[in-house]
């Protein structure tokens, strides 16, 4: 059996926690004398895995799933439509709660696209780099997204470490053209984690104008101050946030825009993450959506009249995308839905994994109304 199969067994047969999968793979690499080249060949055989997890037989050893879900992949890859229903490749209880269309199950049994958000130059330097396809951003948006086909480590490049490009999937840079901030404004990304979304606010921007970046763990708030100064991102203020009140009394109706991308279930990244298929619950789904709509509460207080609220989260179940819009619009009459900004004027979008070849992503935008307007 070749090492990589091996190394890949033995992370598998050593799994403590599949929910941190991520983590425990990132510390299983770390500490392998492997190269880099089989290093990806574990991490890609690893998830190969977790994708066709259900079509291996239970009695066979980790080493002899791990060989058979490569053989599955190779063969789909070559031949999808010879694979017939692909139901299997996602929980039972998702099918109800989450509806995943074939073409986008088919997409989530492949290896995910890899996107950046670079400059034309830069792209150009980079080489191997395909332009997202003409009408995914909302009109009018200069959409600076790169799907990259070539085997280099970004994070190594020179264009990186200048903070010339970021690795952020396609949904993810949609979102900061949902928010559309104008030079000078002040923006709140309330849950920020490691800043993705934060640094291209403030780049949309052009340095000018205020974005509050927040989150609770203080962590992902270091990673975010490190991404920010390599980015020379200088009109970011970094807090934290425990969704309970504002991270500062000043922001009260003070905020032209205030960005929600709420923690949620994840099922928008099964195709990146498909260990997280087997983890997450229907008790998960329901408690995000108790936690999403409170945090839309406490985050609008933020607004000002006139202001816009967005709402995001990669994941596609009923409960946390139009469940939650739904309700927090009921409760909220003092707002009303503002166009996302593509063609049709819609307020809410639903975006499938297969749609643009990215992540699942649901959005809603509604703008705060003018007393006596």
Same mark, same amino acid.
């Given at each position: 059996m070749p090492v990589s199969l091996r190394a890949a067994a033995e992370f598998i047969e050593g799994l403590e926690d599949a929910?941190?999968?991520?983590?425990?793979?990132?510390?299983?690499?770390?500490?392998?004398?492997?190269?880099?080249? *089989? *290093?990806?060949?574990?991490?890609?055989?690893?998830?190969?895995? &977790?994708?066709?997890?259900?079509?291996?037989?239970?009695?066979?050893?980790?080493?002899?799933?791990?060989?058979?879900?490569?053989?599955?992949?190779?063969? &789909?890859?070559?031949?999808?439509?010879? &694979?017939?229903?692909?139901?299997?490749?996602?929980?039972?209880?998702?099918?109800?709660?989450?509806?995943?269309?074939?073409?986008?199950?088919?997409?989530?049994?492949?290896?995910?696209?890899?996107?950046? /958000?670079?400059?034309?130059?830069?792209?150009?330097?980079?080489?191997?780099?395909?332009?997202?396809?003409?009408?995914?951003?909302?009109?009018?948006?200069?959409?600076?997204?790169?799907?990259? /086909?070539?085997?280099?480590?970004? &994070?190594?490049?020179?264009?990186? *470490?200048?903070?010339?490009?970021?690795?952020?999937?396609?949904?993810?840079?949609?979102?900061?053209?949902?928010?559309?901030?104008?030079?000078?404004?002040?923006?709140?990304?309330?849950?920020?984690?490691?800043?993705? *979304?934060?640094?291209?606010?403030?780049?949309?921007?052009?340095?000018?104008?205020?974005?509050?970046?927040?989150?609770?763990?203080? /962590?992902?708030?270091l990673r975010l101050r490190q991404r920010a100064a390599r980015a020379q991102a200088f009109n970011v203020r970094i807090a934290p946030w425990s969704g309970e009140g504002l991270p500062d009394p000043s922001l009260r109706e003070r905020c032209d825009g205030v960005l929600l991308d709420a923690p949620c279930s994840g099922l928008g990244t099964w195709q990146r993450h498909p260990h997280a298929r087997w983890t997450v619950t229907p008790d998960d789904v329901r408690e995000l959506a108790a936690i999403q709509r409170r945090l839309l509460d406490t985050a609008s207080l933020a607004v000002k009249p006139g202001g816009r609220l967005i709402y995001s989260v990669c994941t596609v179940t009923h409960a946390e995308t139009t469940a939650v819009a739904d309700a927090w619009e009921k409760a909220h009459r003092d707002w009303e839905r503002s166009p996302l900004g593509w063609p049709g004027g819609e307020a809410r979008r639903l975006l499938w994994p297969h749609d643009l070849d990215c992540n699942g992503m649901f959005f809603a935008a509604w703008q705060k109304k003018v007393s006596g307007a």
């Open positions: 929910r941190r999968a991520d983590e425990e793979l990132a510390h299983f690499l770390r500490g392998s004398s492997l190269d880099p080249f *089989k *290093k990806r060949e574990v991490s890609r055989a690893v998830l190969a895995w &977790f994708r066709w997890h259900r079509w291996m037989s239970p009695q066979d050893g980790a080493g002899r799933q791990v060989a058979a879900a490569l053989e599955l992949h190779n063969r &789909f890859s070559m031949h999808p439509a010879g &694979f017939g229903s692909l139901a299997r490749a996602v929980p039972e209880w998702s099918r109800s709660e989450a509806p995943f269309p074939a073409a986008s199950l088919t997409r989530l049994q492949r290896e995910p696209t890899l996107w950046v /958000r670079a400059s034309l130059e830069t792209a150009r330097q980079l080489g191997d780099c395909e332009h997202a396809p003409r009408g995914a951003a909302p009109a009018g948006a200069r959409l600076d997204a790169w799907a990259y /086909r070539g085997r280099d480590d970004l &994070f190594q490049t020179s264009a990186f *470490k200048n903070g010339e490009l970021e690795i952020q999937d396609l949904a993810s840079q949609l979102v900061g053209h949902v928010c559309a901030p104008q030079p000078g404004e002040t923006w709140w990304d309330a849950c920020a984690g490691e800043g993705g *979304k934060t640094l291209h606010l403030a780049s949309m921007m052009a340095g000018r104008g205020v974005v509050w970046g927040t989150d609770r763990s203080a /962590r992902r708030l």
